[in-house]
């Protein structure tokens, strides 16, 4: 079955606490992965597309990389406006569907 | 602001009710979408429509409609609600082609009581 699982549901980092977050996908032809943040009451915001195996994209404090199993989300010495859900999806070859994960919440203590 | 907007932002309502989400996007995309998030997080495709196609996720209840009156705007249309129906509706756009990115509404959360 087509699947993606992010971990950990939840991450509590202080300030400046660098970590990573994870997305792991079996599926059966990757096209693309994207991954988006939430904040609460908002609907999710674009932050990166990663295609194959050893990309990697930045933004800010943030880095994705790509594996041909999983996607990680580094996120270097975080600050408190960076506490949201982090959303991945993956966009299968063979019909072009859009999978989700259920997201890991992010919270960044000052 | 170029942005995909919703409304309402909450709509309570009571079991058996028809009631309509209006979504508008001026960011000229061509293909607009309806999601539904459940209590769990997780984002489930609903519709995705295009001028020239209407795809339906075949898990989606025949009492959910997507009305398009133009290439901008999609509406969704929800006959007799119930209380299963309680969860956020998001609208989304994006330009043609399945790599592009969704750009999202802010969502309506839709209670049934």
């Known amino acids: 079955e087509d699947q993606v699982t992010q971990s950990p549901e939840a991450l509590r980092l202080q300030e400046g606490e660098s970590s990573s977050l994870n997305c792991s996908y079996t599926?059966?032809?990757?096209?693309?992965l994207f991954w988006y943040r939430q904040d609460p009451g908002k609907g999710p915001e674009f932050l990166f597309t990663?295609?194959?195996?050893?990309e990697e994209k930045e933004k800010e404090r943030l880095k994705a990389t790509l594996t041909k199993k999983e996607s990680f989300l580094h996120i270097t010495a975080p600050k408190p406006e960076d506490s949201a859900t982090y959303l991945c999806?993956?966009?299968?070859?063979?019909?072009?569907?859009?999978?989700w994960g259920a997201g890991t919440k992010l919270i960044i203590k000052p | 602001d170029t942005a995909v907007s919703q409304t309402p932002k909450y709509l309570v309502t009571q079991m058996g009710n028809d009631k309509s989400i209006k979504c508008e996007q001026n960011?000229?995309?061509?293909?607009m979408y309806w999601y539904k998030q459940d209590s769990k997080k997780f984002l489930k495709i609903m519709f995705s429509?295009?001028?020239?196609?209407?795809?339906i996720n075949e898990t989606v209840p025949n009492r959910f409609s997507p009305k398009s009156p133009d290439k901008a705007h999609l509406n969704l249309h929800i006959n007799s609600l119930e209380l299963g129906d309680s969860a956020v509706y998001f609208c989304?756009?994006?330009?043609?082609?399945?790599?592009?990115?969704?750009?999202f509404g802010n969502g309506t959360r839709l209670t049934v009581t």
């Open positions: 599926v059966s032809g990757l096209r693309g």
């Open positions: 990663l295609y194959s195996a050893g």
């Open positions: 989304a756009s994006s330009r043609i082609g399945s790599n592009s990115p969704l750009h």
């Open positions: 960011l000229g995309h061509d293909t």
């Open positions: 999806a993956v966009l299968m070859d063979s019909n072009y569907q859009l999978i």
């Open positions: 429509y295009n001028n020239k196609e209407l795809i």
